[in-house]
């Protein structure tokens, strides 16, 4: 990971993520509308509905040491601590979102079964074989290296473990290359989200299968969770929100005016929701 993706990546959660807890809560993800995105609930509840239905889909019904790629403010790490009695850590490039987590975990007494570091996804500071499920929610996107992330996630995760991973997509391309405006689409969100691309559901399907992973399952969940981006654009421009925004620094107000280049890709098809799991 270069050193300037690593600081953009850094500073823009570090901006951020007080803002969206203070407006959004813990869960620094999308929520689960129902199948078809019909389904209308409050949103925390969506969060949470997302974070059952992938254990429910990829078939984990219990975990004793659990990593979370990429855990935000510990949302996923305290949620699914406490839902199986586990251990977990949790990794983020941000020291703000890592001490916060932490604060978190002492408020809600997981204390000594949580812990948050600073750490790079794909230079992970742990051993082979030291995790059953390795759960990466919504920061694939991120990486640069597509590849090397996936394999550093399977290299910690123990034989008989379970990967899941969720990210950003855009339509895969075996029937029509991108557009040059789906590239540009693309390209205007890669640069208020810091990130440095994105690829199709089929290719993350391909790496996991070199990995080599077994019992792979790869689902596309764009309809279930296309609604929320209309729940943050309704809740972003509230008195509450503005003010936070204001104080939260350019970046963050960059990245609240572009929640609808999020909505426009789901809705011409263009960015899709991946999931990805296997054995290993």
């Not at 510990?74 to 586990?86: I, P, R, V």
């Not at 809600?108 to 949580?114: F, N, W, Y």
Request: proline content about 4%; aromatic content about 12%.
């Amino acid at each position: 990971m270069s050193a300037t993706l690593y600081q953009q990546i850094q500073q823009f959660y570090d901006a951020s993520s007080g803002l969206w807890e203070q407006i959004w809560g813990e869960h620094m993800h999308h929520g689960y509308y129902g199948s078809d995105g019909s389904e209308n609930k409050d949103r925390r509840q969506a969060q949470i509905d997302l974070i059952e239905e992938l254990l429910k889909w990829a078939g984990v019904q219990s975990a004793e040491n659990i990593l979370d790629v990429g855990c935000g403010i510990g949302g996923s790490s305290l949620y699914l601590a406490e839902k199986f009695n586990a251990q977990a850590i949790g990794i983020t490039l941000s020291p703000v979102q890592a001490a916060r987590a932490t604060e978190r975990a002492l408020e809600t007494g997981l204390s000594l079964r949580t812990q948050f570091q600073v750490a790079n996804a794909q230079a992970m500071p742990f051993a082979d074989n030291s995790f059953d499920l390795v759960w990466s929610l919504e920061s694939g996107e991120h990486m640069p290296d597509k590849t090397k992330f996936m394999q550093e996630c399977y290299r910690v995760l123990k034989p008989g473990g379970i990967f899941i991973m969720v990210t950003w997509c855009h339509r895969p391309t075996n029937e029509s290359p991108l557009s040059a405006d789906e590239q540009k689409h693309l390209e205007d969100i890669y640069r208020v989200y810091c990130l440095p691309y994105v690829i199709s559901l089929p290719e993350y399907e391909a790496i996991a299968r070199q990995l080599p992973l077994n019992n792979i399952c790869t689902a596309d969940w764009s309809k279930a969770v296309a609604p929320f981006w209309n729940v943050v654009i309704d809740s972003a421009f509230t008195p509450q929100a503005l003010w936070g925004l204001l104080n939260a620094g350019w970046t963050t107000i960059q990245g609240a005016f572009s929640l609808g280049l999020m909505r426009r890709g789901y809705q011409r098809g263009l960015i899709r929701f991946g999931l990805v799991s296997g054995i290993k």
